[in-house]
T-cell receptor, first 115, second 110 residues
């Protein structure tokens, strides 16, 4: 298996623009997680899905952020409009049990810079 | 609020020695604790999981202890090698909640 795939790997955009990050989880996994990592705050869970259904989105910073999982093999995280403080590395991870109970497999991340 | 503390400063260890990393937590009762390794420009990679009813877990040169009374986990790398240099994250979870520490940067000096 190729592991968790994320695209793009790097994104540079201007404030106010819409940003869409994409994730393909490992085949057979039924849970998917979106994280944001910064030096100041470390790794923060934004939202997670189980069987394509959002279970906990309490980590989503504000309404500018939204996430979807239309099927078991694809998820998106959208920021609209983007702001400089959104600059961070965004990771997607997947696992094969419900919730956080087991090992998570992380993708390589998307490094986002909002100017 | 829930809080996880890991050594905020980098840890320098001579090759061949045992590296010990600390993870302390407050206001939380995790069902289990995980340790991950993260290399620059990459996502975290799972290393070990230890449950609340376990005191110690080993995997090759790695050993993790979990003291729920002290609210602390120790992560040991024996016979350390320069290839062990990375950032190590601890993560605590219960039910559907997981929180990560900020990680400790470990440098193994040749």
């Amino acid at each position: 298996d190729a592991g968790v795939i994320q695209s793009p790997r790097h994104e540079v955009t201007e404030m106010g623009q819409e940003v869409t990050l994409r994730c393909k989880p490992i085949s057979g996994h039924n849970s998917l997680f979106w994280y944001r990592q910064t030096m100041m705050r470390g790794l923060e869970l934004l939202i997670y899905f189980n069987n394509n259904v959002p279970i906990d989105d309490s980590g989503m910073p504000e309404d500018r952020f939204s996430a979807k999982m239309p099927n078991a093999s694809f998820s998106t995280l959208k920021i609209q409009p983007s702001e400089p403080r959104d600059s961070a590395v965004y990771f997607c991870a997947s696992s094969w049990t419900s919730g956080n109970q087991e090992t998570q497999y992380f993708g390589p991340g998307t490094r986002l810079l909002v100017l | 609020s829930q809080k996880i503390e890991q050594n905020s400063e980098a840890l320098n260890i001579q090759e061949g020695k045992t590296a010990t990393l600390t993870c302390n937590y407050t206001n939380y009762s995790p069902a289990y604790l995980q340790w991950y390794r993260q290399d620059p420009g990459r996502g975290p990679v799972f290393l070990l999981l230890i449950r609340e009813n376990e005191k110690e877990k080993r995997k090759e040169r790695l050993k993790v202890t979990f003291d729920t009374t002290l609210k602390q986990s120790l992560f040991h790398i024996t016979a350390s090698q320069p290839a062990d240099s990375a950032t190590y994250l601890c993560a605590l979870a219960r039910d559907d909640k997981i929180i990560f520490g900020k990680g400790t940067r470990l440098h193994i000096l040749p």
